[in-house]
Nanobody
Framework: VQLQASGGGLVQAGTSLRLSCAAS????????WGWFRQASGKEREFVAT????????LYADSAEGRFVISRDKAKNTVYLQIDSLKPEDTAVYYC???????????????WGQGTQVTVSS
């Protein structure tokens, strides 16, 4: 499975972004499709995950309300909509594919290269 994340950039606080993760390969073999982020000097943290069927989503407590994860099976793409961006959302955002729905990074087998989101105040 190959994952290609895109959609990051330099934005002002209060605006929105939609990150995309294009998947190729044996996507049907993986049940959970997640987003993580890593700010400079900090550990990678879970943001959200969605099942490929779309029937289950899981969010980090910090992501509830401003983040929405979704997937488009026809396009083999997973999205992360982020609204009302804050400077503390600044991080590299990674998409990942795994076999179980989990908030734990080690449960994900494949990772994209990351896309930088920088939020200015």
């Amino acid at each position: 499975v190959q994952l290609q994340a895109s959609g990051g950039g330099l934005v002002q606080a209060g605006t929105s972004l939609r990150l995309s993760c294009a998947a190729s390969g044996r996507t049907s073999a993986y049940h959970a499709w997640g987003w993580f982020r890593q700010a400079s000097g900090k550990e990678r943290e879970f943001v959200a995950t969605v099942t490929w069927s779309g029937d289950t989503t899981l969010y980090a407590d910090s992501a509830e309300g401003r983040f929405v994860i979704s997937r488009d099976k026809a396009k083999n793409t997973v999205y992360l909509q982020i609204d009302s961006l804050k400077p503390e959302d600044t991080a590299v955002y990674y998409c990942a594919a795994g076999r179980i729905v989990s908030q734990t990074a080690r449960h994900y087998d494949y990772w994209g290269q990351g896309t930088q989101v920088t939020v200015s105040s």
